[in-house]
Structure formats: structure tokens, C-alpha cells
């Protein structure tokens, strides 16, 4: 599933299959960023969401793409992230450069369609 921000963020959800540990189901966010990459620390997220309690944190190695950076940010559960969304109205994106979104949820149907997602997976292995 994906939505654009006003702020023409590009925010995608939904599950990955991980290949290193097992083959089990990971819950995602991805996150693309209009303009230029910012310099990042060592091992410092390009972006932190913030989605009811929980916190979820972005790989800091960055994906550039059509003028965008961002990357991904797993979870450690496939139904986590799409609980969180559901659960909540509103989540909340700090970037590392500084920008701040607040992305409303509450017209969010992610668990049906991440639902369909985990479907697809099981019907590709």
C-alpha cells in the first residue's frame, strides 16, 4: 500500500518475506524523501516513525531513487507494524534532516490490505 504526504513523502507499508533468517514474514514501512540525502552518522537512522508507542527506526543505509532518499524500516513481526497503523490515527515521520510529518491514519484500511499482501507472499513460495 502507499500514500504521498503532502509534504510529497512517499510512505509504502506492507510485508516482506526475510531470505537470511528463516524465510518468515517481516512487516515494513518505506520511506522516500524528496531532495538530497543528508549526511548521516555512523549507524544513524535516516528516519524515525513514530506510530502510537511503538518506535520504529530506518536502516541507515540509503536508497536513492527519481530524486528521492529514504530506505526501509522492519519490523520484527508481520502484523506489528499493520496493527499500529490500524490502531492508530496518526503517525508521526522525523526525518534526519530535520523535517517533521504527521501523517494521518484514520482513513487507513492497512489491515485488509496488508492481509492481502501476506496472501500474495504465501501464494509466491
Not at 59 to 88: K, Q
Request: hydrophobic share 35%.
Amino acid at each position: 500500500m502507499q500514500r504521498v504526504t503532502e509534504e510529497r513523502m512517499i510512505l509504502e507499508f506492507g510485508v516482506v518475506t526475510e531470505h537470511d533468517g528463516g524465510g518468515h514474514n517481516l512487516g515494513f514501512i518505506a520511506l522516500f524523501i524528496p531532495g538530497e540525502p543528508p549526511a548521516l552518522e555512523a549507524d544513524e537512522p535516516f528516519a524515525v516513525v513514530q506510530i502510537g508507542p511503538n518506535t520504529y527506526a530506518g536502516d541507515p543505509n540509503l536508497l536513492e531513487r527519481d530524486g528521492y532518499y529514504g530506505g526501509y524500516i522492519l519490523s520484527d513481526s508481520e502484523y506489528r507494524i499493520a496493527l499500529d497503523i490500524t490502531n492508530n490515527e496518526e503517525m508521526t515521520v522525523q526525518t534526519a534532516n530535520g523535517t517533521s510529518v504527521l501523517v494521518d491514519l484514520s482513513q487507513s484500511d492497512a489491515y485488509a490490505g496488508l492481509l492481502l499482501a501476506m496472501e500474495c507472499q504465501e501464494e509466491k513460495s
